[in-house]
């Protein structure tokens, strides 16, 4: 569902470590999932996304798994760095929509020197 | 580079005061999205254009319009903004695409936002 909270979940890592981020989406029907990097004053930038025929989706240093079963959608970030700190939201296709994204509520990652 | 731009990044009006918030995109995508984002919050969608077609939010306050005249602009006017309304505008870009059995749902790319102050 929708975010409504204002305080965000926080994970804080030391650099050179993996991150794990979670995320419980809202709807069994939903089947296009994205994550989403957001830094201070910036709009939302694309990480990586998974459709609900796969489980895993690899990029570049971060993996999508996806857990159909439990509803439950997670980012890894491989050797985490100081300038991957942000705000990062998960966010589903509200129920198989074609056009509307549900966003979670957003977890911030700090990454220490 | 293609890319979604808005205009201006920071925008300060009076209360009551109506004002624009301009999004262009050199995507060429056919859906474009106002989102409004308050502090330590998710974006929440305010409406959808879909080429021409309009698509409002049922919880979206009719104080909020929208004008897409073609397909790279998109405009935000808030008739008369309230000290509620103080958030970030943010502007997305899909492209929905055909396949047999319908559409399919693609990625938003988000503009950089327009920070709103109401004094």
């Keep these: ?113 | 580079d293609a890319m979604v731009i808005q205009n201006p990044r920071y925008q300060v009006t009076q209360f009551g005061k109506p004002v624009t918030l301009s999004c262009s995109q050199t995507l060429n995508h056919n859906v474009m999205y106002w989102y409004q984002q308050k502090s330590s919050q998710a974006p929440k969608l305010l409406f959808h254009y879909y080429d021409k077609d309009f698509n409002n939010e049922a919880d979206t306050p009719d104080n909020f319009q929208s004008r897409r005249p073609n397909t790279s602009f998109c405009f935000l006017d808030i008739r008369s903004p309230g000290l509620g309304d103080a958030a970030m505008y943010l502007c997305a870009t899909s492209n929905m695409r055909g396949l047999a059995g319908g559409l399919l749902a693609d990625t938003q790319y988000f503009g950089p936002g327009t920070r709103l102050t109401v004094l």
């Design chain 1, 1 to 113: 569902g929708e975010s409504v909270g204002l305080h965000l979940p926080t994970l804080s890592v030391q650099e050179g470590d993996n991150s794990i981020i979670n995320c419980a989406y809202s709807n069994s029907a939903s089947d296009y999932f994205i994550w989403y990097k957001q830094e201070s004053g910036k709009g939302p930038q694309f990480i990586i996304d998974i459709r609900s025929n796969m489980d895993k989706r690899q990029g570049q240093r971060v993996t999508v798994l996806l857990n159909k079963t439990v509803k439950h959608l997670s980012l890894q970030i491989a050797a985490t760095q100081p300038g991957d700190s942000a705000v990062y939201f998960c966010a589903e296709n509200s129920g198989g929509s074609n056009y509307k994204l549900t966003f979670g509520k957003g977890t911030l990652l700090t990454v220490n020197p």
